[in-house]
């Protein structure tokens, strides 16, 4: 008497090693989580927001440039009518982010404020980090911490910043 495989055990183990081959491709990629925190000003120490981008996933990720937004408190960020710029980070090159590994940017209150070519100027109240593939990877808490920034600034140079 000869043994013959159930078809149904060859379809149970592709359909086992698939499984097993999508939770290791979802498992395999770049994963950045960026947080926020204000730091207030006191003594000669001016406020600031510090960014911290982390990437939790397997791969290296590249950050380029942080971007930011006058949304007037819209939830939509990029919309008709809303101004926004993007900086490149110091170094041209970007940053280079592996497993577990940080990377800490401050804002201050004059970054905040942007002069467009055609004379208008502006004040972001969002900000994002952008990545050399071109995704933006939104700030955990930066709205409310712009905000913080912002009164801040304003109560220094009343002028300025309203």
Not at 10 to 34: E, K, M, P, W
Not at 54 to 69: C, D, E, M, Q
Not at 96 to 116: G, M, N, R
Not at 152 to 157: D, E, L, M, P, V
Request: aromatic fraction near 10%.
């Amino acid at each position: 008497m000869s043994y013959e495989p159930s078809p149904w055990i060859a379809t149970g183990v592709s359909v086992l090693s698939l499984l097993v081959a999508s939770i290791n491709f979802f498992r395999d990629r770049a994963v950045l989580q960026v947080t926020s925190s204000y730091e207030p000003g006191w003594n000669e120490f001016t406020a600031r927001i510090r960014i911290t981008a982390v990437n939790k996933g397997r791969r290296p990720i590249i950050l380029h440039s942080w971007g930011g937004a006058a949304t007037k408190g819209r939830f939509i960020r990029r919309i008709d009518g809303i101004k926004w710029m993007t900086q490149q980070f110091v170094d041209s090159e970007g940053h280079t982010l592996t497993e577990q590994k940080p990377y800490h940017h401050v804002i201050e209150a004059a970054d905040l404020e942007f002069d467009l070519q055609d004379g208008t100027d502006f004040m972001i109240d969002d900000v994002w980090i952008i990545d050399t593939v071109g995704r933006r990877h939104n700030i955990k808490g930066i709205r409310e911490n712009v905000a913080k920034l912002r009164a801040w600034a304003a109560k220094q140079h009343p002028s300025r910043f309203v």
